[in-house]
C-alpha cells in the first residue's frame, strides 16, 4: 500500500516558479514510476511529467523546457520544479504511482489527493 500527500500548491502570478512535493509512504514507493497530473475546471486529467526506472523522465510538450520532475529517495519523495508559469498552467495538480519494473509500470495507480495551483496574467 502506497500512500501519497502532495504540498506546494498556491497562487502566483505569469512567470513565476513553484515547486511541488509529493511524499510517499510504503515500502516500494522509491523503486516506483512517478508522475505528476493535472486537472484544470472543465477539462480531463493530463499527465505533465513522469519518472520511469530505467526509462527515464518524460513530459508533456506543453510543459517542456519549464517543468522538472525530480526524486529524492532519501526523503521518499518526488517533486515538480514549475519554472515561467503561464495562466494555462492552473489546475489542480495531483501526484501519482505505480510499481515499476525496469522500463514499464504495472498495477493499479495511487494517487494523492491534489494541490491547487493558480497563475494570474
Known amino acids: 500500500q502506497v500512500q501519497l500527500q502532495e504540498s506546494g500548491g498556491a497562487s502566483v502570478a505569469a512567470g513565476g516558479s513553484l515547486r511541488l512535493s509529493c511524499a510517499g509512504s510504503?515500502?516500494?514507493?522509491?523503486?516506483?514510476?512517478m508522475a505528476w497530473f493535472r486537472q484544470a475546471p472543465g477539462k480531463e486529467r493530463e499527465g505533465v511529467a513522469f519518472?520511469?526506472?530505467?526509462?527515464?523522465?518524460r513530459y508533456d510538450d506543453s510543459v517542456k523546457g519549464r517543468f522538472t520532475i525530480s526524486k529524492d529517495n532519501a526523503q521518499n519523495t518526488h517533486y515538480l520544479q514549475m519554472n515561467n508559469l503561464k495562466p494555462e498552467d492552473t489546475a489542480m495538480y495531483y501526484c501519482?504511482?505505480?510499481?515499476?519494473?525496469?522500463?514499464?509500470?504495472?498495477?493499479?495507480?495511487?494517487w494523492g489527493q491534489g494541490t491547487q495551483v493558480t497563475v494570474s496574467s
Open positions: 501519482w504511482w505505480r510499481h515499476a519494473v525496469p522500463g514499464n509500470c504495472y498495477g493499479d495507480p495511487y
Open positions: 510504503g515500502p516500494y514507493y522509491n523503486t516506483g514510476c
Open positions: 519518472i520511469t526506472p530505467g526509462a527515464g523522465t
